[in-house]
């Protein structure tokens, strides 16, 4: 299960089919450094949506794998 407080680095190593999601949300630096140490919570408020979308779609594509 994906969390909040999960490090974007950390989710793509272990879900990499959650890039296409972060990529539908405007989340193109999911290769970046700051994506190493920056969690999907922060990286929603920085990029301005919400979370709770974020993560509903999240579970779903690593739970549809």
Known sequence: MITKDMLIGDLVRQY???I???????MGCVGCPSSQMESLEEAAYVHGFNIDELMDALNKTVEAK
């Open 16 to 18: 990499p089919e959650a």
């Open 20 to 26: 296409r999601t972060l990529m539908q949300f405007g």
